[in-house]
């Protein structure tokens, strides 16, 4: 038996690796190795369901948390009470919208609210935004404005709150730089006249811009407005103006004009105020004023076109009226341009802001109604006679 050959070959030689090689080598495969790291994700998870169950809570909780606030701000209207019936938020474009907003006067029986407003959307105005102002626009949807003529102050509903500007001001977080109306009512109402009077202007759309003036077009009347409505169903109404919102005293410029109000829709007016029926002709007026540093000044110039006072057919009315409408209708055939068959005057009108804290609205309206009685008093006058318009008269007063 041959003895196991031993083979004597020299081994193979190891391989030297440097510190450098045996660190890449290592770099290498910890990275094949290496796990994420499951619990920093799951913190980060956590952390933003968190803040998303928060932002869920308070944007359901935030239309509860404005309507509190809005019905407190419109408490503090002074001698008016507000209230609103629901808000809807609206994130997406930064806005918020007010839905069945009531203004009531308070201490006093009248019988209909000063204020309602269908909706009132509050919302960053975009446009001045990529223009680099960050202020708000205001757009009111159906709001109805009832002014109430009364011989007790109590009753009487002719002025908004004093305060009503901070008011709406504390409704934005933002300054507001537009207001937009659509599809307004105006009424003024006399619940003491037999019959009542209700003179309204419907279907009112105006829009005011430039509150801020953020457009810088000058230092007085920067901010325009204009606007169109519909009078008692017939009669057309344009205006247009400009004011400066921020004067220590009401300052604006106004052009309005009225075309075609049918008199007839005029009548509880006329019976309660002037005691004549009228049973065909139209009603214009054309005005224009301005108020700065604390007067205002300017004219009003009324038309009565075709007028007729008189039908003596289907009537129910005693002698003695038909008497007086005949003849308030010959006297107003007197004053007629015979070519035209229309009666026209131009009433100045002249005068001061009385309260120092009047403001541009109340006075605007303050001006519109003097501007309407005086031009139909002076109307009725030159068409009717001295005795029909004393009613008027008295009634301005």
Not at 51 to 79: F, M, Q, S
Not at 319 to 327: M, N, T
Request: proline share 5%.
């Amino acid at each position: 038996m041959k003895p196991a050959r031993i083979d004597h070959a020299s081994p193979v030689p190891t391989e030297r690796v440097t510190f450098e090689e045996r660190a890449r080598r290592n770099a290498r495969h910890s990275r094949r190795v290496r796990k994420p790291h499951r619990p920093r994700r799951r913190g980060w998870i956590l952390g933003f369901a968190i803040v998303a169950l928060l932002l869920i809570a308070l944007r359901a909780a935030l239309p509860t948390i404005l309507k509190h606030y809005v019905n407190d701000t419109l408490d503090e209207l002074d001698g008016y009470s507000g209230s609103v019936a629901d808000i809807d938020v609206r994130l997406w474009r930064g806005a918020y919208q007010i839905r069945g907003l009531n203004v009531v006067k308070t201490g006093g029986k009248v019988p209909v609210p000063f204020v309602e407003v269908s909706t009132v959307d509050l919302s960053v105005q975009w446009k001045a935004l990529l223009q680099g102002s960050i202020v708000a626009e205001i757009e009111l949807f159906e709001p109805k404005l009832n002014f109430v003529a009364a011989e007790k102050p109590e009753q009487r509903q002719t002025e908004p709150a004093s305060n009503w500007t901070d008011s709406v001001r504390e409704l934005s977080p933002f300054e507001i730089n537009r207001v937009a109306i659509h599809d307004g009512q105006i009424h003024y109402r006399d619940f003491e006249t037999r019959p009542r009077v209700d003179i309204f202007v419907q279907k009112l759309d105006a829009t005011i811009h430039n509150i801020t003036n953020t457009e810088k077009v000058g230092k007085n009347l920067y901010a325009s407005f204009e606007g169109s409505a519909l009078a008692m169903g017939s009669g057309q109404i344009r205006f247009q103006g400009r004011v400066n919102p921020y004067a220590d005293q009401p300052t604006f410029s106004l052009g309005f004009s009225l075309s075609r109000l049918e008199l007839k829709q005029l009548n509880n007016f006329l019976q309660a105020y002037a005691n004549v029926d009228a049973e065909a002709g139209t009603f214009s007026l054309d005005a224009e004023f301005s108020a700065s540093h604390g007067k205002f000044s300017g004219y009003a110039k009324p038309f009565i076109k075709d007028m007729q006072v008189l039908k003596w057919s289907d009537e129910q009315e005693g002698f003695f009226g038909k008497l007086w409408e005949g003849v308030v209708e010959v006297a107003g055939e007197l004053f007629e341009n015979q070519d035209r068959d229309e009666i026209a005057t131009r009433v100045p009108l002249r005068g001061s802001v009385e309260s120092p804290d009047a403001d541009v609205l109340s006075t605007i309206f303050g001006v519109l109604r003097n501007a309407f009685l005086q031009a139909m008093r002076r109307g009725i006058e030159g068409s009717l006679g001295s005795r029909a318009a004393s009613g008027l008269e008295k009634h301005n007063d």
